[in-house]
């Protein structure tokens, strides 16, 4: 009867370790598959802020580009200006 209890036993025991250690390496898997979800969703959220900030940035180089033709153009107005009032008389 002790030979049939200690085998008892030690089969407890030995279900009990795998039911537990299955656990664990289940409760580390779905951990890294929800992170892998996370890091796909924030990789998607930084794509679609630098789309973003690309186009931005196309905004702000076509604002500064027409700003630099109208700033041309006025600076040769004023100079054309400034030409014919107070220069005329020295030619």
Same mark, same amino acid.
């Given at each position: 009867?002790?030979?049939?209890?200690?085998?008892? /036993?030690?089969?407890?025991?030995?279900?009990?370790?795998?039911?537990?250690?299955?656990?664990?390496? @289940?409760a580390?898997?779905?951990?890294? +598959? $929800?992170?892998?979800?996370?890091?796909?969703?924030?990789?998607?959220?930084?794509?679609?802020?630098? @789309?973003? /900030?690309?186009?931005? /940035?196309? +905004?702000? @180089?076509?604002?500064?580009? $027409?700003s @630099?033709?109208?700033f041309?153009?006025?600076?040769?107005?004023?100079?054309?200006?400034?030409?014919?009032?107070?220069?005329?008389?020295?030619?």
């Amino acid at each position: 009867m002790e030979l049939g209890t200690f085998i008892s /036993i030690g089969a407890v025991v030995i279900a009990l370790i795998t039911l537990i250690l299955n656990r664990v390496d @289940k409760a580390k898997q779905n951990t890294k +598959e $929800n992170h892998q979800e996370l890091i796909e969703y924030q990789l998607k959220e930084l794509k679609d802020d630098y @789309k973003d /900030i690309a186009n931005d /940035i196309k +905004e702000i @180089k076509k604002m500064l580009s $027409n700003s @630099k033709d109208t700033f041309r153009d006025i600076v040769q107005k004023e100079i054309e200006e400034h030409v014919r009032q107070y220069h005329i008389k020295e030619k």
